[in-house]
């Protein structure tokens, strides 16, 4: 067994309304990729960004190479050989790929001398077996070639300890593959690698040991060879169990279409065509990028569509705007809510009436006691967990705020709703009671589309699923057909 | 390295070539404009929004504004005014408090907006109030004079305004400070953080650089600018009145803007942001060369200002575009 490399003990992190860390636990070997797992939401990232310097926990130690430490910014971390690969890309789109990977470190003086960036930037991309021009500006790549960037970024550190926060979810196989590659390498080297990955196949191929976190608590370590890949789920999932489905039976006749869509195209969506049937929910699975939000988006007319028709109830319907879209029942709550989903700095009763005010108006003034009352009712219904109406949204936990937004769309009677990434960022708790309420609503006749990139979640929740591959349709998979390799399988098929 | 010429450079020749098309427009449509004496008043009148113009370049890129340069301008030239009529300052250390002066405010202006997060809009209306109100408690509200080409220290006219044969020595200097800070955006690591931040703070502060630093520093520069300016508005019209020159800083703005910088940060070029400045000052020229009264200047510059705008809208539309099919 090779030395210890890093040791963290009794991480505690709190945000606002969250326990993020409790008491949390990590170690890492020379020359050794650990695997961190666990449900979105479980603490992996926060973790890492403590180990990083972007977050200070409020206590916990951290020992590298024998050594306490406290890091109190990213450069201190960096400084003492840690880099990571973020999840979400952080690149400087005007800049170029040999300035984006070398920022910071241009020179030793006040003048910059590209050349000597770009000679280093095509080494390294050699080295990487990378086949991109070093003066390319990053906003002119592709998603995968900018998750390359990032890790070229990261390696060109020489650090001690790299961390790779899903660094495949935007790579083809064969990129993994280079890498794996690449990882393997710099094992040899002896740098410490910390993998956070959702992808099973991918912990065991290239992981040591695997570390699996639960709400921000550490759950057990395991030997990556040894350990069975059910037994790491059920780590991850842990007591908790999600209601299921009661899914459409097939031998019954399917209840009517709803929404039928064909072929719909844009610059991201190519000719897809689908129905949806009453009381249905409907999986759209795929990578990220396939073009499924870009799909959900032109059925609720927020983007330009280039060829394509929709029919509600067999009648064929213009959708020009998210206003027509509405008007006609068609509800679609984003995947980013604090951005296009919710008033952050308004209360919980004025989040809810929003879409519909106009019927709270009487002589032109707004009546705050037709809000509130409506506004309880459905707080009740869906159970938000608020202290009163009243409350500001951005008090309220992630789970809380999403159930706002059901609220605001049950209240404009959508009967078609699309729910994108509906348990993004949303503890383990709270994510069951999305799925009850999601359930409940089918029950009732609304037709429902989920988007996730969670495959438990679609596994969970579908009673069927239309699996998307760079914006093309290539399968749409019935109750009996959907489990999780067949949709890898047409999720990554060109 | 071409490939780097193609990806800026579109926008800066379509603005240098607006700038040839203004100017064909005057020398056909206006009296007299392409003869020596309106030549030099098109150099003239460049100076001092040329050097703010400059300055608020560097935090216009950051994805941030500055609204007090016009202010502080102002407010640095009163202060030098006081400092010379009422201290009895010698006019070299006078010129020297000026930028001195101008600097400070942009400190400021860098504090508020990185130590106390304050948004750059906000920070700098203050800072634009501030400055203006300081100028008259400063001077008193009263008109301060600084010396003519017929007083002793003559010299700082014609060194800084016009030489004796009316040469307008600013253009000299205008050249030397564009040179300078050419050098820094695109040759220093000061510049390489300016672009950065205005492209993605957040990638740039967990590369672990000290976004604050830079950041500050744009707005520094900016300052600096701004008291620079305040000496060739001085030399050129030696009477400095409190609570005058007001919109400078939107003029300077403007020249930024049709020049290609784009407001949101990441993207703009000084060279354009000159262009911009010599597009502004044809067309005041002109325009007064075809007798038209001032009013119409404003106007035609709100036009400029749009139709730059709308082209680097249509433009980055198009290259989305591009970039989605490859």
């Known amino acids: 067994m090779s030395e210890l490399l890093l040791n963290m003990e009794g991480v505690e992190k709190y945000f606002p309304g969250v326990h993020a860390l409790k008491k949390c636990c990590f170690d890492l070997r020379k020359g050794e990729v650990h695997a961190l797992v666990g449900e979105n939401g479980a603490g992996k990232s926060t973790l890492m960004k403590v180990l990083t310097g972007i977050f200070i926990p409020e206590s916990g130690q951290i020992t590298l190479e024998s050594k306490c430490v406290n890091f109190k910014s990213p450069r201190q971390a960096q400084l003492a050989g840690i880099s990571i690969v973020h999840q979400e890309l952080n690149l400087m789109n005007h800049l170029t790929a040999a300035q984006n990977i070398f920022i910071g470190r241009e020179s030793d003086g006040l003048f910059l001398n590209e050349k000597s960036i770009n000679d280093k930037t095509l080494e390294l991309f050699k080295k990487l077996n990378i086949k991109l021009d070093p003066e390319e500006k990053v906003g002119n790549l592709s998603v995968s070639h900018q998750q390359m960037i990032e890790i070229a970024k990261a390696i060109s550190y020489d650090a001690k300890i790299i961390i790779f926060d899903e660094p495949t979810a935007t790579l083809t196989d064969v990129e993994i593959e280079e890498l794996f590659k690449i990882m393997n390498e710099l094992k040899s080297q002896g740098v410490g690698m ?70 719909m195209s844009s610059k991201d969506v190519n000719n897809v065509s689908f129905e949806l049937h009453k009381g249905e929910i409907l999986g759209f699975a795929g990578l990220i990028g396939a073009g499924r939000t870009e799909l959900a988006r032109l059925i609720f007319g927020a983007d330009k569509k280039t060829t394509g028709e929709i029919y509600l109830d067999g009648k064929k319907v213009n959708v020009k705007s998210p206003h027509d879209a509405v008007r006609l029942g068609i509800g679609y709550l984003s995947e980013d809510r604090k951005r296009y989903g919710l008033s952050l700095g308004m209360s919980v009763a004025n989040n809810i009436v929003m879409p519909n005010l106009d019927e709270y108006i009487t002589a032109g003034i707004i009546s705050e006691k037709k809000i509130k009352k409506i506004a309880s009712e459905y707080v009740d219904k869906i159970n938000i967990k608020t202290p009163s109406v009243g409350q500001l949204v951005k008090n309220l936990s992630g789970g809380n705020q999403q159930k706002v937004i059901i609220a605001k769309w049950l209240l404009k009677n959508s009967d078609i709703l699309i729910f994108d990434e509906p348990t993004r960022g949303i503890d383990v708790g709270a994510k069951s009671e999305i799925y009850k309420i999601i359930n409940k609503l089918a029950k009732s006749g609304k037709s429902i589309i989920i988007i996730s990139s969670e495959l438990p979640e679609l596994l969970r929740m579908s009673d069927r699923v239309l699996v998307m591959c760079e914006g093309t349709h290539t399968a749409t998979l019935e109750l009996d057909q959907i489990n999780q390799n067949t949709i890898m399988k047409y999720a990554t098929q060109h | 390295m071409l490939k780097s010429i193609r990806n800026s450079g579109t926008h800066k020749m379509l603005a240098f070539a607006a700038l040839i098309v203004i100017y064909i427009f005057f020398a056909i449509a206006g009296n007299n404009f392409t003869s020596v004496s309106t030549t030099l008043n098109i150099l003239a009148s460049s100076y001092y929004v040329g050097f703010l113009a400059l300055g608020v370049t560097f935090v216009i890129i950051t994805g941030g504004i500055d609204l007090s340069i016009g202010a502080v301008m102002m407010c640095s030239a009163l202060v030098g005014g006081q400092l010379y009529r009422n201290v009895g300052l010698p006019i070299w250390a006078v010129l020297i408090a000026m930028i001195a002066f101008g600097t400070l405010i942009g400190w400021v202006n860098g504090l508020l907006v990185t130590k106390l997060k304050l948004p750059p809009f906000i920070a700098t209306l203050g800072m ?80 672990g650089i000290k976004v604050n630093v830079w950041k ?12 620079l300016g305040s000496i060739f508005y001085a030399a ?85 575009k591009v970039k989605k099919l490859s």
């Open chain 2, 216 to 227: 500050g520093l744009a707005f520094v520069i900016s300052g600096f600018a701004a008291g």
């Open chain 2, 236 to 320: 050129t019209y030696t009477v400095i009145i409190p609570n005058t020159g007001n919109g400078i800083e939107l003029q300077a703005i403007a020249a930024v803007v049709i020049g290609g910088t784009s407001l949101s940060g990441g993207k703009g070029s000084l060279t354009g942001t000159m262009i911009g400045v010599f597009i502004m000052s044809i067309l005041k020229n002109g325009l007064i060369s075809m007798n038209l009264p001032a009013p119409f200047q404003t106007f035609f510059t709100g036009i400029v200002v749009l139709g730059a705008v709308l082209i680097d809208v249509y433009r980055n539309k198009k290259a989305n």
């Open chain 1, 194 to 263: 910390v993998y956070i990955s959702h992808r099973m196949d991918e912990i065991k191929k290239i992981s040591d040991r695997v570390t699996v976190l639960r709400d921000g608590e550490y759950i057990g370590t395991e030997d990556s060879a040894k350990v069975k890949i059910d037994d790491i789920i059920h780590m991850m999932v842990g007591r908790i169990t999600y209601e299921e489905h009661k899914k459409i039976s097939d031998n019954k006749e399917k209840p009517p279409v709803v929404l039928k869509v064909e072929n």
């Open chain 2, 128 to 207: 634009m109030m501030v400055s203006l109100g300081l100028g008259s408690i400063i001077t008193g509200t009263s008109t301060k004079n600084f010396p003519t080409i017929l007083e002793p220290d003559g010299w700082f006219s014609r060194v800084f305004f016009r030489t004796e044969s009316g040469f307008p020595m600013g253009v000299v200097y205008l050249i030397i400070f564009f040179i300078f800070t050419f050098i820094i955006l695109n040759k220093t690591k000061i510049g390489r953080y300016i672009y950065a931040i205005g492209s993605n703070e957040e990638a740039v502060r967990l590369s």
